[in-house]
């Protein structure tokens, strides 16, 4: 699997797209249907960013975008379906319960008394998100429509990141192939670029994909911390599409080995806006030392925070390293088989430091969690590992 691997990936990694699925079909036109939120009763706009319209046009590929409110939507796709003019996209704004259809929970319950539908429902990430709204949702491709070939195989399009290459290629590539490891589930790869400090154990994944391409799209690096943030389209038994991953690496005795792995919109989105401002803080020639590393975590092991009186969120804290060279720390909160990841930077050596429960999401399962502190060269020291059920 690791040459497998390389061979695919290696064509990919300057930046510039290679599709790895036949190219979507010309000529068709998608019919989506976007439904608004049970919670409103609104009708959605049936706006598309100019980026998705822009991506489709290329391909020869037009859209038409019709709103429905959430009530008497069931019936509504339900009579397309026995008409056979059922759309090739569903929107959903948000989540919740559209009479029956179970939005949110990747399932859907009882459409019309028509079970057979819901297998041909296909959920789709990243991919069409051009069609979301603010408030995000849910993209479900119909197996059944006239034109779901076109729209599948837009989804697997291996991304785009631009035409200008990556700075460190060699970081990118490694990256890419990485990356693709993860989602599929590639302990051998894995393993053998794992840091020792890495918290989340092997498998990491616990529902393995096929990836049809990877692209290491940008990299944050000095000689010895790196950031690669990676693109890629992929096909799992729950969904397809496409979606980006960050990987943190560090340099160790001259290998680059895999801190962390995280497909989290957080840690993609607010984490990775954050990077430059980081990267001006490190160097290549300040001295290669570990500083001492946060201490005095709270809460307790096993406990989640409690909000303070007239707060509606508790906090995480912690002491900052009290080394004068640490210029950011990061916290790092691990769920199921995914991280998300906090950039923060200490006020002073050895202040006290927060990061709000509110940037967290509800799992119903264990977390761990932990603190980075990073020295101007790079180096980096991890503070011991607490852990709560959220």
């Keep these: 699997m690791v040459l497998r691997h390389i061979g695919r990936i290696a064509t990919i990694v300057a930046g510039l797209s290679v599709a790895a699925v036949p190219h979507a079909i010309p000529g068709a036109t998608l019919r ?40 008497g939507f069931a019936q509504v796709f339900s ?8 759309p090739d996209v569903l929107v959903f704004d948000n989540f919740g319960v559209v009479e029956g259809m179970v939005v949110g929970a990747e399932r859907f319950d009882g459409i019309a008394e028509a079970p057979e539908v819901q297998r041909n429902l296909v ?7 051009g069609l979301l709204g603010p408030e995000r949702g849910w993209v479900y491709l119909f197996s059944g429509s006239a034109n779901h070939d076109a729209a599948r195989a837009f989804a697997l399009l291996t991304p785009q990141c631009g035409l200008k290459a990556p700075a460190r290629v060699d970081l990118a590539a490694l990256g890419s192939t990485l990356a693709a ?6 302990t051998a790869t894995l393993q053998t670029h794992a840091d020792p400090d890495r918290l989340t154990r092997l498998p990491l994944i616990q529902n393995p994909v096929d990836v049809d391409g990877a692209v290491g799209c940008t990299v944050w690096a000095n000689s010895r911390l790196a950031f690669v943030q990676v693109l890629a389209s992929y096909q799992g038994r729950d969904a397809i599409g496409r979606l980006p991953l960050m990987l943190v ?7 680059w080995q895999l801190l962390v792995a995280s497909r989290d919109p957080v840690t993609n989105g607010v984490f990775t806006r954050q990077l430059d401002e980081l990267t001006v803080l490190l160097d290549n020639e300040s001295e290669a030392t570990v500083p001492p590393g946060a201490t005095e975590l709270r809460p307790s092991d096993r406990i989640f925070p409690v909000a303070r009186m007239g707060e509606r969120f508790g906090a995480f804290s912690w002491q900052s390293s009290r080394a004068d060279d640490v210029v950011a720390e990061i916290g790092e909160f691990t769920y199921k088989d995914d991280a998300r990841l906090f950039l923060t930077r200490p006020s002073r050596p050895g202040g006290r430091v927060e990061i709000s429960t509110g940037q967290l999401w509800t799992t119903r399962d264990w977390w761990n969690w932990r603190i980075w502190s990073i020295t101007r060269a790079g180096n980096v020291a991890c503070s011991e590992v607490r852990s709560f059920y959220h």
């Design 249 to 255: 690496m560090r340099k160790i005795s001259a290998e």
């Design 79 to 86: 009579d397309s379906v026995r008409r056979n003019v059922a």
């Design 181 to 186: 490891a993860y989602l599929e589930g590639d």
């Design 32 to 71: 989506v249907w976007k439904i608004g939120s049970p919670h409103y009763g609104n009708v959605p706009p049936t706006t598309v960013a100019g980026v998705l319209r822009e991506q489709l046009e290329s391909r020869g590929i037009a859209v038409e975008v019709q709103g429905f409110p959430a009530r």
């Design 123 to 129: 959920r789709v990430t990243g991919a069409y998100d």
